[in-house]
């Protein structure tokens, strides 16, 4: 998920995510910080990409625990705890073994969303593709909103695949549960053809060999194709 910043009401977590004085940062926010750290260092050392990570000190209640902004040319990865109670809860309910591959699959994510922002391609259709046109029976505001809502809905699937790529490169043994829980999460967040219904590239990538690729995003890009006609 993408979120706008205000900067002037965060912390920003140095070149290391866990260099923040710890007195600064609540048992949740260490427990995630390390969590996504694998993620964030591949992130900043092998792929260069431009990457900090904030987090917010005041209450995000409603929030999405982890996010991503992008603020003067820079991918900045925000993590939303204070005053949130349900941020940990989708986590939190995984067997202890899964719940830190869970964080990166999520981080992870967001580096999708980062590269498609670095790559100028944010909400465009990749060459040879063209995007649906709204219902022509909606007014000119509906018709608008419906476009937002596929756009985004795009991007969140790519974000979910690269997600999924991580897993398959890092946590091959627990790619089947992992897949499982992530289209949990998206059935029970809305309705079909909604912002955040991926579940059409979700089945594209069942098993971890349609990932395959030469970097994390080569397999994703491919599988995120293969279902833009949904």
């Known amino acids: 998920m993408l979120r706008r910043l205000s900067l002037a009401l ?3 977590v140095a070149a290391c995510p866990l260099a923040a004085p710890a007195a600064e940062l609540t048992a949740p926010e260490m427990r995630w910080l390390q969590g996504i750290a694998p ?7 092998q ?10 000190p005041q209450d995000a209640p409603g929030a999405a625990p982890l ?10 990865l925000v993590l ?5 109670a349900e941020a940990e809860r989708p986590v939190e309910s995984l067997p202890p073994e ?11 994510h967001e580096l999708g969303h980062c590269r498609r922002y670095l790559d100028g391609a944010w909400h ?3 060459a040879g593709f063209v995007a649906a046109a709204a219902p022509a029976r909606l007014s000119p505001e509906l018709q608008q909103a419906w476009l937002d809502m596929r756009t985004t809905r795009r991007e ?6 690269v997600g999924l790529a991580w897993t398959r490169e890092r946590h091959a043994s627990l790619y089947g549960p992992l897949h499982a829980w992530l289209v949990q999460q998206r059935e029970a967040e809305g309705l079909p053809g909604s912002h955040h219904d991926t579940l059409a590239w979700l089945r594209l990538a069942a098993t971890p060999a349609a990932l395959a690729g030469s970097s994390l995003f080569d397999g994703a890009e491919r599988v995120w194709r293969q279902g833009l006609g949904d």
């Open 39 to 45: 993620v964030v260092q591949h992130a900043r050392q």
């Open 156 to 161: 969140e699937a790519y974000g979910d695949l």
């Open 98 to 108: 899964l719940r830190g591959p869970a964080l990166e699959l999520m981080a992870a």
């Open 80 to 84: 939303s705890m204070r005053g949130n």
């Open 47 to 56: 792929l260069g990409l431009p990457l900090d990570v904030i987090v917010q």
């Open 10 to 12: 965060s912390f920003a």
């Open 67 to 76: 996010a991503l902004g992008f603020v003067d040319g820079r991918c900045k």
């Open 124 to 126: 465009g259709m990749p």
